[in-house]
């Protein structure tokens, strides 16, 4: 690519380590976040609220060429995702008012799929999710769509990594595992590589679902878990304790035919890394 001017609004973990990259492959990098605190340079800082309309036009720089949404909710409830996703990204777009970048890229989930008896899933896949998660990613979604501008959306599966040890958690503390409920996954490292893959002008935009090459049994990703740790094997819960999310098999195929390599194409390589 050449120099590009790009927003990185909601520039929390993620945000801050895509941006870090793309500013070493030469491009100007501005990252949005409710935080005093500085990004680390040559990241430019931006404080507003993407609930403020006024806080955000006053800091949206001009010409931009490339803007990511990846947005935090600041609690698990339907408010707080409401703020999020649709009333954040809208806000956001007008602020943006008469620019028209090249490529919006907005980050949703998984959870946009209401599949509860393993199927596979794809991009083309029914989107009929039952959670207020689901529902409200599914909302910005439509209003990226039909914004005007050339929207990526990345339907990313359950983020692990460091930092992010809630599974490794579960097993240390003996929780227990549902025997039929499928887990999908995808490595931070992997989180940041999409998102600059998909960043590329020669990747197509549109809506690609990003998870590893080996969803599974919840309890077949516990008990090796639980064997790497040396800890008891988990309990077997039954179907009611289900968590949210469902129960689907994500299919990467449209990522992969895109150019995309994984770093960590299973748990096996992802959490033997996190734990060597």
Known sequence: MSRERILIAGCGDLGTE??????????????????????????????????????????????????????????????????????GLRNLLNALDDQAPRRLILVSSTSVYGQEGGEWVDEDSPTQPAGFS???????????????????????????????????????????????????????????????????????????????????????LMDWLADRLDVPQPPRADKTQRQRGGSKRCRNDKLKASGYELRYPSYREGYAAMLD
Request: proline share 8%; aromatic share 6%; glycine share 6%.
């Open 134 to 220: 689901g529902q409200r990613m599914l909302e910005a979604e439509r209003i990226a769509m039909a914004s005007g501008i050339a929207t990526t959306v990345v339907r990313f599966a359950g983020i692990y990594g460091p930092g992010r040890t809630r599974m490794l958690n579960k097993v240390r503390n003996n929780e227990p595992c549902i025997a039929d409920q499928y887990s999908n996954r995808i490595h931070r490292t992997d989180c940041i590589g999409i998102l600059a893959h998909l960043a590329r002008p020669d990747v197509a935009a549109g809506i690609y679902l990003a998870a590893d090459d080996t969803p599974c049994p919840q309890c077949e």
């Open 18 to 87: 895509l941006g870090l990259q793309l500013a070493d492959a030469g491009h100007q990098v501005w990252g949005l976040r409710r935080r005093a605190e500085p990004l680390p340079s040559p990241l430019h800082s931006l404080r507003a609220d993407l609930n403020d309309p006024v806080s955000l036009e006053r800091v949206v720089p001009a010409e931009l060429d490339l803007v990511f949404y990846i947005a935090t909710p600041s609690a698990f409830n339907d408010d707080a995702y409401r703020r999020a996703y649709p009333e």
